[in-house]
């Protein structure tokens, strides 16, 4: 069983950065990739990025390809995103999910993820 809560949402100016955390509970952290995703109005869940359990692997959106960082600190059980140069098109909830396994093809497929937090609200004004 693993719980995460998300934290580091909030409002910001278009061009802005901020940087979610997302601390993870459990003693396998590591053993867990993780995953950034969002889910605006209206629309379906989507990934913005993922990470392999030891960092050596990462994968990138194309809508955050460039101005996003995934990175994790397996020590402190905790997972981030750094965004910057955000829009208001990235306005929406931003969840963590894990799950045991990291498959490049798969990552994106939110049904593939087995832990999911609460979410946390990032809103980008114009």
């Known amino acids: 069983q693993v719980q995460l809560v998300e934290s580091g949402g909030g409002l910001v100016q278009a061009g802005g950065s901020l940087r979610l955390s997302c601390a993870a509970s459990?003693?396998?952290?590591?053993?867990?990739?993780m995953a950034w995703f969002r889910q605006a109005p209206g629309k379906e869940r989507e990934v913005v990025a993922a990470?392999?359990?030891?960092?050596?692997?990462?994968y990138y959106a194309d809508s955050m390809e460039g101005r996003g960082t995934i990175s994790r600190d397996n020590a402190k059980n905790t997972l981030y995103l750094q965004m910057n140069s955000l829009k208001p098109e990235d306005t929406a909830v931003y969840y963590c999910?894990?799950?045991?396994?990291?498959?490049?093809?798969?990552?994106?497929?939110?049904?593939?993820?087995?832990?999911w937090g609460q979410g946390t609200q990032v809103t980008v004004s114009s």
């Open positions: 999910a894990a799950r045991p396994d990291y498959t490049a093809r798969t990552m994106n497929d939110p049904e593939r993820y087995s832990y």
């Open positions: 459990g003693r396998s952290f590591s053993m867990y990739a």
């Open positions: 990470i392999s359990g030891t960092g050596s692997n990462r």
